[in-house]
């Protein structure tokens, strides 16, 4: 994946990005320190960044695990006919969904979703069953975490 703004995205906004992205709360004159810049130029790319879109937000990674739920799946739905539409809003207010896509395929929808243990899954799927025919995967370990740091100092 790369980016194609390239007017709005030099190799200095590349590493102010990287920066950011290994430590969202580093200070500008700490990112500046490393990238050659004043801590106000660092605060005007990361602003102008932030106005473009480029950067769309900041936030804490939470251990789910550590909060009870020790078990992860990807969940994967094949919507019922005129099912779908309804699915798409139900699913916004599921607490265990942490993330949630329309997929092409077989299957209309994949979910990452979040459990207790395996009776809070059992639970969670007989929800789902109404919208739709559904496959479970369980996630035994997490072989790359947060993608999202694609871009690299």
Same mark, same amino acid.
């Given at each position: 994946?790369?980016?194609?703004?390239?007017?709005?995205?030099?190799?200095?906004?590349?590493?102010? @990005? +990287?920066?950011?992205?290994? &430590?969202?709360?580093?200070?500008? $004159?700490?990112? +500046?320190?490393? *990238?050659?810049?004043?801590?106000? $130029? *660092? $605060?005007?790319?990361? /602003?102008?960044?932030?106005?473009?879109?480029?950067?769309?937000?900041?936030?804490?990674?939470?251990?789910?695990? /550590?909060?009870?739920?020790?078990?992860? $799946?990807?969940?994967?739905?094949?919507?019922?006919? +005129?099912?779908?539409?309804?699915?798409?809003?139900?699913?916004?207010?599921? !607490?265990?969904?942490? &993330?949630?896509?329309?997929?092409? +395929?077989?299957? &209309?929808?994949?979910?990452?979703?979040? @459990?207790? !243990?395996?009776?809070?899954?059992?639970?969670?799927? !007989?929800?789902? %069953? =109404?919208?739709?025919? =559904?496959? =479970?995967? %369980? *996630?035994?370990?997490?072989?790359?975490? !947060?993608?999202? =740091?694609?871009?690299? &100092?």
């Amino acid at each position: 994946m790369s980016i194609t703004l390239k007017t709005k995205v030099d190799a200095l906004n590349v590493k102010i @990005l +990287g920066f950011l992205q290994q &430590n969202a709360r580093a200070s500008f $004159a700490e990112i +500046g320190r490393k *990238v050659g810049l004043t801590s106000p $130029a *660092v $605060a005007e790319r990361v /602003k102008k960044m932030e106005d473009l879109g480029i950067i769309e937000n900041y936030s804490t990674i939470v251990s789910h695990s /550590k909060l009870g739920y020790q078990l992860k $799946a990807m969940i994967t739905l094949r919507a019922f006919v +005129g099912k779908l539409k309804p699915f798409l809003e139900i699913v916004k207010t599921f !607490d265990e969904v942490i &993330n949630c896509y329309r997929i092409t +395929g077989n299957e &209309n929808i994949i979910m990452e979703v979040v @459990l207790k !243990d395996q009776y809070h899954l059992e639970k969670f799927i !007989d929800k789902l %069953i =109404t919208y739709g025919e =559904t496959r =479970t995967h %369980i *996630v035994l370990s997490q072989v790359v975490s !947060d993608a999202s =740091t694609f871009i690299k &100092n």
